[in-house]
């Protein structure tokens, strides 16, 4: 009838008539109807009941509909409601009903538990009718994402097979009912007719007459390009083609999700053949419509030239069979761009039910923007040879960047079974183009599957242990409980009473940490004057231990404690007095390379190492490394060593143990179940190729399963990153906001709430905790990030939501934790990668408060193929292999620098001290070892250490003598001594060279190995090429995806104060800041060693440069606080240029120089600041002696000459001002380095003629020292020396570096500049560029590439270098040239 109005409404032109006239043909029966219709309105009715199944199914899958209750809720929100209430008989409710229930809550109720006891009964869906609650099923999310209906779902479930042809899938697409409103015309059938004869390859089920035949031979019509003649039939051929290809992806995803690999490969191809029209039998080039000619496809098919014959044609010959020479070219051209991949695969057992498969792909096509677009999408699925199963897949993004990196490789799990099957196949299909796979056979021929395990340790029946057994009330006051927990009191004896190497293996949260304070307490009563190390995996954990030891154990017992991370070197002194040293593994690992020469490693009596488990991570390899050296260590001086493993439950404890040389009664290995504090699991799987989306879908269920499991006690939710835990918590407070209670999280009164949101510094935390739920990760400050731990463990607020690395660190346990998410954005890879398991494991532990709860509880939301994987590995114990292959070429070096390694059999001989040895032999083809009898064996290791040794000399770290015995050469050592990668070493080797400037330094610096692991997030490349057009040197935005890249743009804004465009660049900086000092220091060492004077010159620039944040071609003044550009020009016009200007004159006249800073910065306080940092700033007075000819100490290289004269000169230093005498080295003024730091300096001989460094000493002191430098009699250029240039370079300020010329006595003499010292004595000098003075000439050459004349002789605005990592004892590191050392030799 609303159609009848919208025609009548046409009648009478508004403009030009004052009436319209209607009239109605019909027949008579229908008159009265008709005109009752249009002389009264009819109301508009609800036709919501009939797609409710498919409505409902959507709303389940988005997730706002959980339950009956929410679904009724939902459907009250519908017009179908609103129509219901007014006009009810329409809808089949009475009077009566309506009366009784005037919400008509039951009748919803009705509806929607009819609605979903269909998509129960179809598999759209679960339906608890207990509960009333609703799960979404694969089947379900197939139907909302492709807008199937459900009726057409029931028919699938019907007809669709494992095993299909083509015309029984295109049968079973036609009888879809999308297209159930398809009507069949007796004038259309001659037409369909012809169409099905001619155009259709696929036989037709029922012919054209029937409606399902129709679709059918419209579907093969259009695919085949047929010409339809009847307006009808092109009208529903157009509905037909739009509908087809959604169908049939729907299909494909279906059959993908139940396993059946040749059905979802016909419904892929048949979907690539609706969206190309294009059938699979023709020819692949068609793809290329736009390029090549039909004619020449025609030719193509008819002559045979398939894609394989192409290949191997050349143009000319190609072109001669088309008849078409010209095309010859663009044919070759389109079958080299034809999308190929070439697929390898690595194979490694896990366990002997699960093996992980390395999948390396590498594009092998040329990449045409025009036919390839931005990206392309392709389907990798691993199948089985036998009944077709697929066990996993997944998709994979190839895109034009990616085709010019090396092969790119994709990790997963996959079940396998015994016995083994022959072979499984790995396909990788493009979701694009048709013919375009990659094909690989994986063999298990020669696959070994390793050992079967030994069971756990049983948890004994056992009466608890009380406190008492410590026998030391001393002992008991440290501790608050009364009885020991039943894992810690079977372990008790072994830890407390005997000296037996300990592995305690137990879930996180089990008291392992009190176990290893036994330990501890063992070598405080019987070995007191040896060391505790305990070493830990993250910063984090070494922070929460000197928090916890040092308030409890270290505070109550008069203990020494000292922490060693990249945050914090204590010096020599505390080392030596330190009883306890709690360090991260690459701390330890660089201290106790050089262990021979420092005795605090020697006297180590316990070491604990925790996380053990770690081993398989990334920093494994360096665990692996410290306890086999450890061990050697041991074995070496006869001094035992106590090892104690901490570890999670594990499968394989009894390798680690054998490993660590534990014996029967040391090795506690208990179950993942062996809680103090059970734990209930709750696993769920969600679909969706994208993470982000797939993130969204697990909110509501988050908030749900925290009003399920714990609606008042804490809840930890973790994501994977920082733009996670601010949409999440979001989301959850609009989920409390939906329920009618938005402040249910919140547990403190609204007062002390303000006062605690006054402190916080970021505004979406700040709203967030308004709500009671907090966040936590690396972007927000410690200040912050410390209030919210307080508010979480002190029950103020209920829900944090954290970064994983929150699971390492602070101890904040809960009831419930949510692992919302198990993969995070790998930045090398640019792919979603899976958390270890360990990372999972960690996180669950959180769960359970062992003083307030009986059970905790873990919801672990999974991506839905990696569901049946997280369900056995969280159950079971997860294996533990060795790392030690990626990272054995940097510890050989060490171990070479060392003098552990002297020859290839040493080598050989030391890694059958590793963990690896173990497990090689227990699990070969983990490792690619073909064979376990000695001879594979040995083989093996050989072949291993030989690849290993050529990659180090291929980088000038080391040298191998004919015999095979290894030496390592300065390039090694200064890599092990800066623990450096020898990558770094051989970018060195063929980047640094003489006479570099500052921009050619930072280039190289920034392209170390150090920063491959940089991460370069999601629309970072765009921040990067904004930043590039601020920054002084634009990097290519070409590569505004490269680590690299960011790096440099990184340090440029750095010293160009640019302010961070987001947060994450922040916390970047610093990452990168504080690796840049020791790449440095490296740097100056290899410039040093090859003699080049203003490389090492411009890298010391560059150091200091960094250290204060601003360019080394700008007035010392801004590294002062509160000095701008504009107070800078104020300064200099007031006669002060530089910093040495302002020390003086704050010495002569304090309050003259205080009125003066007052005026231009505007503020006395800020002028009292800037004073305070003026009186910090070191004075060095400088003196020496005339060089004096010493006789050279021999080199003791074989067959070298005997050694000839060199001369001496003795450098006497003094520090005035800023400092209190014997307070020890004085900290750097650096606010905007991330790091303290002490203060350090360069003494550096030189040639300014033939710019050669000489000599070079790295020197620390107090308040005064002594330092000898050597230098040969003659340069480099064959002439005496007459004398040399003495540098005193600061590795921390800008400024206050010093120049002069040191004459050699008797030699005829340049002539001396002003401020030259001839009795050897000299004061703080500035460049002439600043102060003015006269310095001896340097030619100009010494510029950098952008033409600032800053002439490097005349370092004085140049920047320092941190003590960074691997401070020697004395605080001095000498470097000379070999050339120099043949020039002494020969006198």
Not at 81 to 94: E, I, Q, T
Not at 190 to 211: S, V, Y
Not at 552 to 566: H, Q
Not at 745 to 761: A, C, R, T, Y
């Amino acid at each position: 009838m609303l159609d009848v109005q919208q025609i009548f409404g046409r009648a009478g032109r508004p403009q030009f008539e004052d009436e319209g006239l209607g009239i109605i043909i019909t027949q008579h029966a229908q008159l009265a109807h008709y005109l009752g219709m249009l002389t009264h309105q009819t109301p508009i009715e609800s036709k919501f009941t009939d797609p409710l199944v498919d409505n409902l199914n959507a709303e389940i899958v988005l997730g706002t509909v959980t339950n009956i209750r929410e679904a009724s809720l939902w459907l009250s929100y519908t017009y179908l409601f609103v129509r219901m209430l007014r006009n009810p008989l329409a809808y089949g409710v009475g009077w009566e009903e309506l009366t009784a229930d005037p919400r008509l809550e039951g009748r919803r109720k009705t509806l929607v538990s009819d609605a979903a006891r269909e998509l129960e009964k179809s598999k759209m869906a679960r339906f608890d009718e207990k509960s009333g609650n609703l799960y979404v099923t694969e089947l379900g999310r197939v139907a909302s994402h492709f807008y199937i209906k459900h009726s057409s779902i029931v028919m699938y479930n019907d007809l669709l097979k494992r095993h299909m042809s083509e015309a029984e899938l295109l049968s079973m697409m036609a009888q879809s009912s999308e297209f159930g409103q398809m009507a069949i015309r007796e004038e259309e059938l001659p037409e369909l007719d012809t169409l099905a004869r001619d155009a259709c390859h696929f036989d037709i089920k029922g012919g054209p007459e029937n409606k399902h035949g129709k679709v059918n031979i419209l579907l093969q019509a259009y695919v085949s390009r047929a010409r339809v003649e009847s307006f009808s039939l092109i009208a529903d051929m157009m509905y037909v083609s739009s509908n087809a290809p959604r169908i049939a992806r729907s299909v494909f995803e279906i059959c993908l999700r139940r396993g059946w690999s040749s059905c979802a490969d016909l419904a892929l191809t048949l979907c690539k053949a609706f969206e190309l029209r294009l059938w699979p039998h023709q020819h692949p080039l068609r793809q290329f419509e736009g390029i090549l000619a039909q004619e020449l496809l025609f030719k193509m098919e008819d002559r045979g030239l398939w894609m394989e014959r192409l290949q191997d044609m050349e143009p000319a010959e190609i072109g001669s069979i088309l008849r078409h020479p010209a095309m010859g070219r663009v044919v070759q051209d389109c079958v080299h761009s034809f999308p190929s991949l070439s697929l390898e695969a690595q194979l490694q057992p896990i366990t002997r039910t699960v093996l992980r498969v390395q999948l390396s792909i590498q594009a092998s096509f040329q990449w045409k923007d025009r036919a390839h677009g931005s990206g392309m999408r392709w389907h990798i699925w691993v199948e089985d040879s036998e009944n077709e199963h697929i066990y996993h897949s997944e998709t994979w993004l190839l895109t034009k960047k990616m085709m010019h990196e090396p092969a790119h490789t994709v990790a997963f799990t996959i079940p396998i079974f015994e016995p083994l099957p022959p072979q499984y196949y790995i396909r990788a299909v493009s979701d694009s183009w048709l013919g375009a796979e990659a094909f690989l056979t994986v063999s298990f021929k020669n696959l070994i599957l390793p050992e079967r395990h030994p069971p756990h340790t049983e948890l004994l029946d056992l009466d608890p242990l009380p406190l008492s057994a410590l026998n030391s009330p001393t002992y008991q006051s440290m501790y608050s409980f009364s009885h020991f927990n039943p894992l810690q009191t079977q372990a008790f004896h072994t830890l407390y009473h005997t000296d037996e190497n300990v592995l305690l293996g137990a879930p996180t949260g089990s008291g392992k940490t009190i176990s290893a304070e036994l330990a501890m307490l063992r070598i405080f009563n019987h070995y007191p004057g040896q060391k505790i190390i305990y070493i830990a995996p993250l910063k984090a954990l070494v922070r929460e231990r000197m928090n916890d030891w040092g308030k409890g154990l270290c505070s109550r017992l008069g203990k020494k404690m000292v922490e060693l991370t990249g945050d914090f070197t204590p010096d020599l002194r505390a080392l030596l007095s330190a009883d306890i040293i709690i360090c991260t593994p690459e701390k330890w690992d660089g201290i106790s390379r050089n262990w021979q020469n420092r005795t605090y490693v020697q006297k180590v009596g316990l070491l604990v190492i925790d996380e053990i488990h770690l081993l398989g991570a990334d920093r494994g390899p360096i665990l692996e490394v410290i306890v086999s050296r450890m061990r050697y260590i041991s074995a070496q001086t006869d001094l035992p060593i106590r090892f104690l493993g901490l570890s999670t439950a594990l499968a394989n404890a009894a390798d680690l143990a054998d490993w660590l040389g534990i014996n029967k009664p040391g090795l506690f290995n208990f179950k993942p179940s062996v809680r103090p504090v059970p734990l209930e699991c709750h696993i769920q799987g969600y679909p969706g190729k994208f993470y982000c989306p797939r993130m969204a879908t697990m909110n509501k269920p988050c908030y749900a399963a925290i009003q399920t499991h714990s609606p008042l006690k804490p809840v930890l939710v973790f994501v994977s990153s920082r733009r996670q835990t601010r949409l999440t918590a979001l989301d959850l407070i609009g989920y409390a906001a939906g329920d009618e209670r938005p402040r249910q999280f919140v547990h403190m009164p609204e007062q002390e709430l303000d006062q605690e949101l006054v402190s916080i510094k970021d505004p979406n935390l700040r709203h967030t905790l308004q709500f009671g739920i907090g966040m936590h990760h690396a972007g927000l400050t410690d200040g912050d990030r410390t209030t919210c731990e307080r508010l979480f463990v002190a029950g103020k607020i209920q829900v944090l939501v954290a970064t994983s690395t929150l699971a390492w660190g602070v101890n904040t346990p809960a009831h419930l934790v949510v692992i919302k998410g198990t993969e995070y954005f790998d930045a090398p890879s640019r792919r979603y990668v899976d958390f270890p398991i360990t990372d999972v494991l960690q996180m669950m532990g959180r769960a359970g408060r062992p003083q307030f709860d009986r059970q905790g509880v873990a919801v672990i939301m999974v991506h839905d193929p990696k569901k049946s994987f997280y369900k056995k590995f969280l159950y079971e114990p997860f294996p533990v292999e060795s790392s030690l292959l990626d990272q054995v070429s940097d510890h050989f070096n060490a171990e070479a620098v060392a003098g552990t390694i002297g020859s290839k059999q040493d080598a050989v001989d030391y890694m059958t001290w590793t963990f690896l040895y173990r497990r090689l032999l227990q699990n070969p083809s983990y490792y690619d070892l073909e064979g376990t009898t000695p001879e594979d064996v040995n083989e093996y290791l050989s072949a291993l250490v030989e690849r290993t040794f050529t990659t180090l000399l291929a980088d000038g770290c080391i040298s191998v003598g004919e015999n095979d015995e290894i030496e390592s050469l300065t390039m090694g050592r200064i890599c092990s001594f800066y623990y450096l990668k020898h990558q770094t070493m051989g970018l060195f080797a063929t980047t640094l060279k003489p006479e570099m400037d500052f921009k050619q330094v930072l280039h190289v610096l920034c392209g170390v190995a150090e920063y491959d692991e940089l991460p370069v997030r999601h629309n970072e490349d765009k921040l990067n090429t904004t930043l590039a057009g601020e920054v002084r040197w634009p990097t290519d935005t070409r590569s505004a995806d490269d680590p690299h890249t960011k790096a440099n743009l990184l340090l440029q804004a750095h010293m160009g104060r640019l302010p961070a465009p987001i947060s994450d660049y922040v916390t970047d900086t610093k990452s990168v800041l504080d690796q840049s000092l020791r790449i440095l220091q490296a740097m100056t060492d290899v410039s040093a060693d090859a003699g080049w004077l203003d490389t090492a010159l411009v890298t010391m620039m560059l150091v200091q440069s960094l250290m204060q944040g601003c360019w080394g071609d700008e007035s010392s003044l801004m590294m002062l606080p509160n000095m701008t550009p504009e107070a800078v020009s104020q300064m200099a016009s007031k006669g002060f240029q530089a910093v040495p200007q302002l020390c003086q004159a704050a010495s002569e006249n304090a309050a003259k120089l205080r009125s003066c800073l007052t005026d231009v910065l505007g503020s006395s306080r800020d002028a009292a600041e800037t004073m305070q940092v003026l009186e910090r700033l070191p004075v060095v007075d400088i003196r020496w002696r005339h060089p004096y000819l010493v006789q050279a100490k021999p080199k003791g290289m074989e067959g070298a000459p005997p050694p000839g004269q060199e001369y001496q000169v003795e450098v006497q230093l003094r520090r005035f001002g800023g400092k209190k005498s014997g307070s020890g080295l004085a900290r750097v003024y650096a606010p905007r380095f991330p790091k303290v730091k002490e203060e350090g300096w360069w003494l550096v001989l030189g040639d300014v003629d033939t710019h050669e460094l000489l000599a070079l000493k790295r020197i620390s002191f107090a308040d005064h020292t002594t330092a000898r430098l050597t230098f040969p009699v003659v340069n480099g250029a064959g002439r005496e020396m007459a004398g040399v240039t003495l540098f005193f370079m600061s590795d921390s300020y800008l400024g206050l570096d010093q120049q002069y010329f040191v004459a050699v006595p008797g030699k005829q003499q340049r002539k001396p500049g002003q401020g030259q010292a001839q009795t050897g004595k000299g004061q703080v000098q500035n460049s002439r560029a600043e102060a003015g003075q006269s310095q001896p000439d340097m030619p100009s050459r010494h510029q950098n590439s952008d033409g600032d004349a800053a002439q490097l002789a005349h370092v004085v605005e140049q920047i320092s270098l941190a003590d960074g990592h691997g401070q020697v004892p004395d605080g001095t590191v000498e470097a000379k040239t070999q050339r120099n050392n043949a020039r002494q030799r020969r006198g």
